[in-house]
């Protein structure tokens, strides 16, 4: 409620700020200048018609793309579609002629002096003569740190903090995705043979690092790794062979045995799965025939 609130009062700021814009552009350009240059915000007014040009566009856009972009984009206003970020490129050409829906901010990319992209919002006004569009005008905000923080918000929701890996959220978005998908899939189920016994005579730092060991060992052999809690660990792939998947479950077992780690293995793999359910319980059947194996090996050793 309080992201949907501060929302409508940007726009309505904006838009102010947009109406202002075009009643002074009215009477002067320099009375423009005065209003907009100590503004943080991009604010533009760019001719469609009779010209294809920049009537305006305040020197916050050098804070943000480099020295000189202002003057560059007045000298030639196609550099700006040379610098919008290819995926955004069919989104400029659509503002500027009247193919968008003026109603909703606009999200683009933009190349700096440097080569680094950074995002902005825009909210656009379209002006027309009659019932052709002759220019656009807008105001455009740099919101790359609000931006970096969603997305670092949304990785922080899908991925263990300890261990960097998929967390359960992540592991049942994936299976939703396949569901009613007729691919091959192959699930590995990793348990942990020493966690308690590591947390009882070590304490929980030693555990934590075991758990950290265990992760990088099973994405050095496939990204696709999940912490499901505690000390399971399951990797997902799906679009693969039996045979690559048998050596993927090889694989795994080597990279365990090179990190020195004990732990349960258990795999399926299906053709054309139907039911994941039963694949992962058929996965999880075989990681306790292991589990009970190596228990039956310790004993005999000893």
């Not at 099973?218 to 050596?247: A, C, I, M, N």
Request: glycine share 6%; with cysteine; hydrophobic share 35%.
């Amino acid at each position: 409620m309080i992201e949907l609130w501060g929302g409508i009062v940007i726009g309505i700021s904006l838009t102010f700020i947009v109406y202002k814009i075009r009643d002074q552009a009215k009477h002067s350009d320099e009375t423009l200048s005065r209003f907009t240059d100590q503004m943080k915000d991009v604010i533009y007014i760019f001719d469609v018609k009779p010209v294809f040009r920049f009537r305006y566009i305040s020197p916050s856009l050098d804070d943000y793309l480099g020295e000189g972009t202002v003057s560059q984009n007045y000298d030639d206003p196609y550099d700006c579609f040379r610098r919008i970020h290819p995926d955004d490129y069919e989104l400029l050409v659509n503002k500027v002629t009247g193919h968008v829906n003026y109603d909703e901010p606009i999200l683009q990319r933009w190349r700096t002096n440097d080569g680094r992209y950074l995002t902005f919002e825009e909210y656009t006004t379209p002006i027309y003569e009659g019932d052709e569009l002759v220019a656009v005008q807008g105001v455009i905000r740099n919101v790359e740190a609000a931006v970096a923080e969603r997305e670092a918000l949304v990785y922080e929701s899908r991925h263990d903090s300890l261990t960097g890996v998929w967390n359960r959220r992540a592991f049942d978005e994936t299976i939703d995705r396949w569901k009613d998908k007729a691919i091959a899939i192959g699930v590995i189920i990793v348990d942990l043979n020493d966690l308690k016994r590591v947390n009882d005579e070590n304490g929980h730092s030693a555990g934590d690092q075991l758990l950290q060991r265990t992760a990088h060992a099973l994405t050095s052999r496939s990204p696709k790794v999940y912490r499901l809690g505690g000390d399971e660990f399951v990797v997902l792939v799906s679009d693969v062979t039996e045979s690559s998947f048998e050596q993927l479950v090889a694989d795994i077992h080597d990279a365990l045995d090179e990190a020195e780690i004990s732990a349960a293995l258990g795999s399926a793999w299906d053709r054309h799965v139907s039911d994941f359910k039963e694949l992962y319980d058929e996965a999880d059947r075989m990681m306790y025939v292991h589990k009970h194996r190596l228990k039956q090996d310790t004993s005999l050793v000893h």
